[in-house]
């Protein structure tokens, strides 16, 4: 009796925190915006959170872009990483489509970016790989 009743309220603590992580990608600390994307690799590798997630999208997909764009190295690697499992949770129908149609520029951008970390840009281009066969409608 006591297990059923408690999973919900560390469903509600779960979520709370991964909220917590998503509007630490906003923070202007550098380090608080890596160890977010840190806790967001884990949680979106470790559970199926489409539907959290789906309604969440947006701002996610915001934050995310605003890592690659003025991150350095590290923090946009994670940033591509994070994006990759984002896609894989929306799967392979509108939701995840519109998220790779809008950051499929940004990943090109920082892929083919001499400048940019060697970790930085393989981690885009993974995500750009992984995203387009996930969730791009078109073919090309």
Known sequence: GSEAAGEPGQEEEAEDRLKEHMDNLLDKSAKTRQAALQSLRLAFSSKTLSEFLLERRLMLTDSLEKCLKKGKGEEQALAGTVLTLLCLQMGSGPEGEEVFRSLKPLLVSVMTDSMASPGARQSCATALGMCC????????
């Open 133 to 140: 066969y996930i969730a791009a409608a078109d073919l090309e």
